[in-house]
């Protein structure tokens, strides 16, 4: 045993030796990562914090002013620009928990013995897969009240879905529903394949009824991973800016990146947005804390 | 669950195969409605009752890669008759194709938007996952000061809205002169892909054993080509749910393509829907445009579905 030991310890270093150190190869393995996420990533982000300070315009080749904390102590008095903050928040929650309701649904039907399960679920990833700003085009022709499919099937008549300024959001968060609750689904049936049998089979045992099973055993064991999903969701809501810009231009659609997109590239206020992009940056840098804290409560119970 | 099934446990999978089958199709209609529409004859497409069957047509492509004009008055026969196939849909819809001084047909900007996102999605996306690949592999196998934070701040790259971080790349790029340019958007598709490319790597590198180089390693391999020949090939089936995870959003994405590209190096997601405009716009060619856009994607999903499976849980259903 002794012997077999040593050479094999001898032999590693020797191949070790001749070729790179395990040390380097680490290095050359991750450093250009990381050197490249900091060029293209924090770089900019650095770039944008000093102009945020500025009153700096893109369209114009006049020089930059230090205006201080100027931006930002307009932006945070806005109430337009609240009002569009309130606007993403009401369509993070519509559509994240419209997509946990409908995902997490299907999949509980979805956990069984099914016959063609396996196409059914592939079938189910498709919209996900496809072009938030190609999927809201089509949406468009879906959605219109005089020659659209929805109001024919649905028997709504003339009912306007993007024109009307309130249901405007709803329309474009119904869409989000459909694109991205076959992800909840996906994850929930994960979670839910990884549910010990036994657990059921005790509790059939002791003869609970299904709500006590689904409350006390499913629901929990679940969570955690139910947890992920709506953290990316809320993200991704967060950062919607594709389906609601193409499929209205309702002032009631208005979520903060269009808001965001408008003043950089349309009003050319550079230092103005760069302003509000930090504030966002730090929003969602809160609300990802928050998150992460009580995933890890979730997970410890 | 229990040993013997009741009846009224019976009843319920049947009607939770009846609601699963329903979700499905609703969730399939838009999808066949857009490949539906990309074969249908201009009038037919926003017809109230929606028309279900009809003589599919090939005229909306033939519309989506030539530029056409109204005709001013009907083609006398003879010129119908010399026209090609092709060209005749056309003349049937009442238009006529563009052509230049030459006699050559006058290409629409689709062909050329739809190569530009060929070039980019795939160029980024093996950049994304060959970097991290590499990267996953070093977190996973070597001792790294500090790896939590550095994997965490690897992810909160992709936390930001896109929008945020194209001011200042916009700007930064406007003063190399990278706007728009192909190198300039697969910069950024790459460095949009990395992170989650580094993060899905290494759940897979993880699932390898390192008895498996540990062993080359006795059999006097050097450290690389253990990497090479041994975990490269056992690491496929994450690099391949990896890429076509990269590949997707690389194909997909529409911000940055709308900030950093007008002309040259634009793609087609900001691209199908500019053509829109004000006036009528013809369903059938969007469609079209639509559905030939969708198409590598949803071939794509259904070659690799079951890697992407395993790939999307993110571990979930790992032991």
Sequence with gaps: MATTMITTLDRSSRAAARGLSDMSIRNFFIIPTILFLIVFNIFPLIYSLGYSFTDFRASTNAPANFVGLQNYRELLNDPFVWNNFAITAKYVIVSVSGQLLVGFGVAMLLNREIPLKGLITTLLLLPMMLSMAVVGLFWKLLYDPSWGVINYFLGLGNFEWLADPKMALYAVALTDIWMWSPFVMLLSLAGLSAVPKHLYEAAAIDRAGPFYTFFRITLPLVAPILMIAVIFRTMEAFKTFDLAYILTSQPTTELISIRLYKMAFQEWQTGRSCALAYIVLIMVLAITNIYVKYLNKVKER | ?319
């Design chain 2, 1 to 319: 669950m229990a040993a013997v099934r009741t009846s009224s446990e019976i009843t319920f999978n049947r009607i939770a195969i009846v609601v699963v089958l329903l979700v499905t199709l609703i969730f399939l209609a838009p999808i066949y409605w857009i490949a539906s529409t990309a074969f249908k004859p201009r009038n037919l497409a926003t017809t109230i009752p929606p028309t279900i069957v009809f003589q599919p047509e090939i005229s909306p492509f033939v519309k989506l890669f030539t530029k056409r004009s109204q005709l001013r008055s009907p083609p006398t026969p003879e010129e119908y008759a010399a026209a090609p196939w092709w060209e005749r849909v056309v003349f049937d819809g009442g238009e006529k194709i563009v052509r230049d001084g030459k006699g050559e047909v006058q290409w629409s900007g689709y062909p050329n938007r739809f190569m530009n996102s060929l070039i980019i999605a795939i160029t980024s996306t093996v950049l994304a996952v060959g970097m991290g690949t590499f990267t996953a592999y070093g977190f996973s196998r070597f001792k790294v000061k500090g790896e939590a934070d550095l994997l965490f701040f690897i992810l909160s790259t992709r936390m930001l809205p896109p929008v945020v971080v194209a001011i200042p790349m916009f700007l930064m790029y406007r003063a190399v002169g990278l706007n728009d340019s192909h190198v300039g958007l697969i910069i950024l598709y790459t460095a949009f892909n990395l992170s989650f490319s580094v993060w899905l790597m290494k759940g897979f590198m993880d699932e390898i054993p390192k008895e498996y180089e540990e062993a080359a390693l006795v059999d006097g391999y050097t450290r690389m080509e253990a990497f090479f020949k041994i975990v490269l090939p056992e690491a496929a089936t994450g690099i391949a749910a990896t890429a076509v995870f990269c590949f997707i959003t690389a194909w997909n994405e529409y911000a940055f393509a709308l900030i950093m590209t007008n002309r040259r190096a634009q793609t087609a997601p900001p691209f199908i829907p500019s053509q829109v405009g004000s006036g009528l716009p013809d369903w059938t060619v969007i469609a079209a445009g639509t559905f030939l856009f969708l198409l590598p994607v949803a071939i794509f999903t259904f070659l690799l579905r079951n890697h992407l499976l395993r790939g999307m849980s993110f571990g979930a259903i790992r032991k």
